[in-house]
């Protein structure tokens, strides 16, 4: 059963940074790419950053010049590295990962983590 897992969310100051981690395990087919998306309170789940299996990165122009995805293929991980946090970066951050297998496409879900930003 694939599962992809979320880490190093949490409480920081406005202007302050922190980093996520994510690790992708018993993924079906080969891995595509992985992202990060996030949801606050009453809103819907947006994208914030993906990275292709080989490098190409996509954001969102929030996190733009502010965050900075990266991937470890050999360990299937990604990084999300958040700078000049901001108090509307508050959201629950997701992890995302796209497999395939011949014909079968695959997504997982991580369960999120919680960052909190305060003014």
């Known amino acids: 059963q694939g599962q992809v897992v979320e880490s190093g969310g949490g409480l920081v100051q406005a202007g302050g940074s922190l980093r996520l981690s994510c690790a992708a395990s018993g993924i079906i087919g080969r891995l595509n790419a992985m992202g990060w998306y996030r949801q606050a309170p009453g809103k819907q789940r947006e994208l914030v950053a993906t990275i292709t299996s080989d490098g190409r990165t996509n954001y969102a122009d929030s996190a733009k010049g502010r965050f900075t995805i990266s991937n470890d293929n050999a360990k299937n991980m990604i990084y999300l590295q958040m700078n000049s946090l901001k108090p509307e970066d508050t959201a629950v951050y997701y992890c995302?990962?796209?497999?395939?297998?011949?014909?079968?496409?695959?997504?997982?879900w991580g369960q999120g983590t919680q960052v909190t930003v305060s003014s």
């Open positions: 995302n990962a796209e497999s395939r297998y011949g014909a079968n496409g695959y997504n997982y």
